[in-house]
């Protein structure tokens, strides 16, 4: 019997996305990392280099915000890719007392390795699955882009009471 519609199944099914989608994006990530042959970052820097990909320049203030980071471990973490040669900062050009931080191009190609590299991954196993297995990925990836906007939309949202089943 498929449960999903009780307060129950939906439960299960946030409980096992939540199990899963921290250590599936590490294991990825590593493994990727790895036959890339590329440099140990830590997530949280992934994370900026996502945010900027690929011309974007933002604030270490709006950055920190984005990722629920404090303001000295954000400028820590800009400091540290500023030294690593990943990001520039330039003075903003509406007020002229901060900053935006924008990729180089070394952190551009490191990306571009990176994302070649997890796809290589990828697709190795992904041919391994059947069609309908592989349907139910490329339907599933759409799903996870809305539960990820809902998510993003509801950081600052007042919390729901649960939902009665």
């Known amino acids: ?8 199944g939906l ?4 409980r096992g996305l939540s199990e899963e989608i921290g250590p599936f994006r590490r294991v990825l990530l590593n493994t990727s990392r790895s036959r890339a042959g590329l440099k140990s970052l830590p997530d949280a820097q992934i994370e900026i280099l996502r945010r900027l990909f690929p011309d974007r320049w933002e604030s270490p203030t709006v ?20 030294r ?25 190609e490191q990306l571009h390795v990176y994302d070649i590299a997890a796809e290589g991954v990828l697709v ?3 041919d391994d699955l059947t069609s309908d297995q592989q349907q139910t990925l490329r339907d599933a990836i759409a799903l996870l882009g809305r539960i ?16 009665k089943g």
């Open 1 to 8: 019997m498929d449960d999903s519609d009780s307060a129950f």
């Open 124 to 126: 190795e196993i992904l």
């Open 148 to 163: 990820r906007a809902a998510l993003e939309n509801s950081e600052n949202a007042a919390p729901r009471p649960p939902r």
């Open 84 to 108: 690593d040669g990943l990001v520039v900062r330039r003075p903003d050009d509406s007020d002229a007392r901060s900053t935006r931080v924008g990729l180089t191009d070394l952190a551009r």
């Open 63 to 82: 950055l920190g915000r984005q990722l629920g980071l404090a303001r000295p471990t954000i400028s820590n973490l800009v400091r540290t890719m500023e």
């Open 11 to 14: 439960a299960s099914v946030a």
